[in-house]
């Protein structure tokens, strides 16, 4: 599915193109019927993009306004207000096109900030869901990266904001890759100087103390070539006191380790010491809830205890409510010991709960003080395990009942929709069978129209080459009929010119002058001593040439050249050789400084550079013409 339809003559696909590819450019997806995939039905394929697009551009023409095709498509557009129309030139339409505003791209040559483009795509955005389209024309042709960042921050959504972007990213990889390659070329060529620089050193080095040392032991010591003067440049020191710019990096390196050594134990420690905190944080809270918890249970145990000795029978069993209180007795204070034994901690707190004197005497009631706690825990226990049991199952016997319900609600309507099912299917049935059978001849009509289309197709296709072969002959019957006419109006101003000749001589010469007769056949208009009265010369050329006979020689040389070569050639290459023949006429006189019509000055008359200029036009005439 395409953005934008074109609508428009086939005969002028040439002129759509450049507004097709002006859209592709702003991210729009176009479709125009050079693009039907083969073995798809033309027609089919044409309807489906039109019924998909979201805009419909129409171009209007004198030619598409009397196309059927680009009528229906546009009477679709106009019904769906899908439709774009711009004219490729002015023409007059008919209702319901000639009320819609339409956009004129009879003078557009591509130019973005062109007033009727930008109305065409303004409102094809609004059409396809783009209103920032007009403002990315001017972000475009503002031509910087801020302007489009700008617009894109502006219309994120926008298929060409990510476009954009990813044009922005490509040109700034582009230009740091170029960047980077020449700074690494310059980097490779300044490492290539240094280090033929270092090899030259080294090699002068060496050769300096192998001609020291063929010396011998006359060797001066001191004149030994030293290598650790080539350092001095790389260590910033000289090479007296290398030894000790050594030592100071020694313990400059030295002194770096130990500090980053330190640096680490510090990390570690702090960290060790944050874990440790954390954990004593964590055992000082549960410290303090077991610190309450204790205090707690000693308040019971004690309020328990002073209950217990004041009630009126040591052997009656202890009340419901003291249960728990109980087993913390049975468990903490009966057998000294427990949860009451690790939580008081103060002896004066135990002496006033358990007088002294009192442990011989309360021991069998604390044997029985146990036994009826753990009966009396278990038959507590027990109860609430069935009670918890029981409640269960009255409420999954309730969920049941409702689900039982709820069924049995669903099995009825179930039914009733089975026979209302069973009754549609039965109409449906009836209809089917009424369906196949309009199927059937609705199939055979679309088979009879599509083979009527077919036969319409190969009629148009036969139509339209005799309509090409017509235009054909058309068109050569105009180029024939304008050959013919010129070479009329040739003949024409011959006649005139002879005619003319005639009156001249009539009146001027004494003696009789034989007139030319006038020729049967076409001849070409030619200024030659044959054709024309130096007595009566129109041409400023003719004036030169009547009064050289060097010239008029060469005249009568051009004529016979021209006649040779006319004589071989059809009535097209005649009709060209007669158009160029003129051309050259009138170009080569005033390109010797000579006027077209009339007589030049006597200087130009005798000058012998005019002369020699004529002159070398007409041989170079010659060859041309001998040569065609």
Not at 371 to 385: C, V
Not at 436 to 460: E, G, H, M, V, Y
Not at 564 to 577: F, N, P, T, W
Request: net charge neutral.
């Amino acid at each position: 599915m395409a953005d934008v339809f074109f609508s428009y003559s086939r005969t002028e696909r040439s002129r759509i193109v450049p507004i097709v590819d002006a859209l592709q450019s702003l991210n729009l997806s176009t479709w125009f019927d050079k693009e039907i995939p083969p073995g798809k039905n033309y027609q089919d394929v044409i309807n489906e993009e039109l019924e998909l697009a979201k805009a419909v551009v129409v171009c209007w023409s004198s030619k598409s306004k009397r196309s059927t095709w680009v009528k229906s498509e546009a009477t679709f557009a106009n019904e769906r207000s899908t439709i774009v129309p711009c004219y490729l030139d002015q023409c007059a339409l008919m209702p319901p096109f000639n009320t819609i505003q339409t956009a004129d791209l009879s003078s557009w040559n591509g130019d973005i900030k062109h007033e009727e483009w930008r109305r065409l795509v303004a409102s094809i955005g609004t059409l396809v869901g783009r209103p920032g389209l007009l403002e990315l024309l001017d972000a475009l042709q503002d031509k910087t990266w801020s302007s489009l960042s700008q617009w894109a921050a502006k219309y994120p959504s926008d298929p060409s904001a990510k476009a954009s972007g990813n044009a922005w990213a490509a040109q700034q990889q582009d230009q740091f890759d170029k960047e980077f390659f020449l700074a690494g070329q310059r980097l490779d060529r300044a490492k290539k100087r240094q280090q033929a620089q270092i090899d030259r050193k080294l090699a002068g080095m060496a050769d300096e103390f192998t001609a020291w040392l063929a010396l011998g032991p006359a060797a001066h010591p001191e004149k030994r070539p030293d290598p650790k003067k080539l350092l001095s440049p790389a260590l910033g020191a000289s090479g007296d006191d290398y030894e000790a710019t050594v030592a100071r990096l020694a313990e400059v390196g030295l002194a770096a380790d130990a500090a980053a050594k330190e640096r680490e134990a510090l990390r570690l420690s702090h960290d060790n010491l944050s874990r440790h905190a954390a954990s004593l944080s964590e055992e000082l809270a549960a410290a303090k809830d077991g610190l309450t918890a204790a205090q707690s249970e000693i308040n019971e145990l004690t309020n328990a205890v002073t209950a217990y000795q004041s009630a009126p029978s040591a052997h009656s069993p202890p009340r419901k409510s003291h249960l728990r209180l109980a087993a913390a007795l049975g468990v903490g204070l009966v057998f000294g010991g427990g949860a009451f034994g690790v939580a008081v901690q103060d002896p004066g707190v135990a002496a006033s709960v358990i007088p002294s004197g009192m442990n011989a005497a309360i021991q069998p009631l604390r044997d029985q003080v146990a036994a009826l706690t753990k009966q009396l825990m278990d038959a507590q226990n027990d109860r609430d395990g069935k009670a918890a049991s029981l409640s269960a199952m009255s409420a999954d016997l309730a969920k049941a009942r409702a689900d039982a319900q709820a069924a049995k609600a669903d099995l009825a309507k179930a039914k009733t929709d089975l026979e209302a099912a069973n009754r549609n299917a039965s109409q449906a049935k009836g209809d089917g069978q009424t369906a196949a059978t309009q199927l059937r001849q609705l199939s055979a009509q679309i088979s009879d129209l599509q083979q009527k289309q077919l036969d319409a197709n190969s009629r148009a296709n036969q139509l339209q080459a005799a309509l090409d072969d017509a235009n054909r002959n058309l068109t050569q019957a105009r180029s024939d009929a304008q050959s013919a006419s010129n070479e009329a109006s040739s003949y024409m101003r011959q006649l005139s010119d002879l005619r003319q000749t005639m009156s001249s001589l009539s009146s001027a010469a004494a003696k009789p002058v034989a007139v030319a007769a006038i020729p049967s056949t076409p001849a070409p208009t030619l200024r030659t001593p044959a054709k024309f009265n130096c007595s009566a010369p129109s041409f400023g050329s003719d004036y030169v040439i009547c009064a050289s006979a060097v010239l008029m020689d060469a005249e009568a040389r051009a004529e016979e050249a021209y006649e040779a070569i006319r004589q071989g050639l059809s009535a097209k290459g005649r009709q060209e050789l007669l158009n160029n023949q003129r051309e050259w006429w009138n170009d080569y006189g005033p390109n010797c400084g000579l006027p077209l019509k009339g007589r030049p000055s006597d200087s130009l008359l005798r000058s012998s550079k005019t002369q020699q200029c004529i002159l070398a036009a007409l041989e170079s005439r010659i060859k041309e013409l001998r040569n065609w």
